[in-house]
């Protein structure tokens, strides 16, 4: 079982919007170490398309990150590659990433079209 930080089933909460009729379900805000067990939960909970937010650590002050696994864009840009293979259809960043780290997805992607 997934578990939201809140203390809710990931299963239970995807069948609580799941009225209010949804486009894509995403998880956000988790390690990214994580996010494979979350895309896996999701997709098991419902047919709509899944995504991604992973972050690179937890703030510690208004103006501070502790980036305790930091993952430099290339890297970050390599695990949203193998989120997408896990059927991601959206990808992104959140707390403690930056804008390189997604222009690395994005150059990323660029290079696997050609």
Known sequence: DVWLLSGELLADAVAAVAPLGPDALLVNCVPAP???????????????????????????????????????????AALA??????????VGGCCGTTPAHIAAMRDSRLRAER
């Open 34 to 76: 994580e996010i494979a067990v979350a895309l896996h939960a999701l997709a098991a909970c419902s047919p709509l398309p899944v995504g991604a937010y992973s972050n690179l650590g937890p703030p510690v002050a208004v103006d501070r990150w502790a980036l305790e696994d930091v993952v430099d864009p290339a890297g970050y």
């Open 81 to 90: 590659r193998q989120w997408v293979a896990l059927g991601a259809r959206i």
